[in-house]
């Protein structure tokens, strides 16, 4: 499958995070395993103006410096101290705004991604960890056996990228306000996130 190009980063971070539902997210694990899914939430951050971002204000800290890399690069994270976040850096380098990944259905090799996450394959799930298997950051990561290693990881290399995959129909996008951040002040009501509904 062809890589997304560093073009399609290299833009506008809410087109991005909208375009990028439906594509196909590619992780190739330490002993080969491709774990494909389908990118179904998204949300957008944009320091210049976007309190909720690290790199608000362009504040650059060992943390925030992968957020000022070259479009098309991955930027992990951790929240609460233990809760992975993936996010693909857009817009030019040095301008610090990233795409965070928040959903996504499995589509290969999805009982390895169970196992990640339950401790058992797909088929043995209960409706409940069917529903929860990979609908937020933190579950995503830890069904693609992703952490902070893989900061800073180059999207169009080998062992984490974005291929193309089907994108829904623009009425099949919902738009609304970002989870999580009451704490960022007129940004928390910025309509930045984009999801489209999990299909059977």
Excluded at 104 to 116: H, K
Excluded at 121 to 145: D, H, I, V
Excluded at 154 to 162: A, K, P
């Amino acid at each position: 499958m062809e890589h997304l190009s560093r073009d399609f980063y290299d833009r506008d971070t809410l087109t991005v995070a909208r375009e990028l539902l439906g594509q196909r997210l590619v992780r190739v694990t330490a002993d080969g395993t491709r774990l494909v899914c389908r990118i179904t939430e998204t949300e957008g951050y944009i320091g210049r103006l976007d309190k909720a971002c690290h790199a608000y204000g362009y504040k650059c800290t060992p943390r925030t410096q992968t957020l000022f890399a070259r479009p098309g690069t991955a930027y992990l994270y951790l929240i609460y101290g233990m809760y992975t976040c993936l996010n693909f850096v857009t817009e030019g380098e040095g301008e610090p705004a990233a795409v965070l990944i928040r959903g996504a259905r499995p589509l290969e090799n999805g009982d390895r991604m169970a196992q990640n996450r339950f401790g058992r394959p797909m088929s043995e799930m209960t409706a409940y960890q069917r529903k929860n298997f990979m609908n937020g950051p933190g579950k995503l990561c830890r069904a693609l056996e992703l952490t902070r290693a893989q900061n800073g990881l180059d999207l169009l290399g080998e062992e984490l990228y974005v291929c193309r995959g089907e994108p829904p129909a623009p009425e099949e996008i919902r738009v609304g306000k970002r989870i999580g951040i009451d704490y960022a002040q007129e940004a928390a009501g910025f309509p930045w996130r984009f999801w489209v509904e999990e299909r059977p």
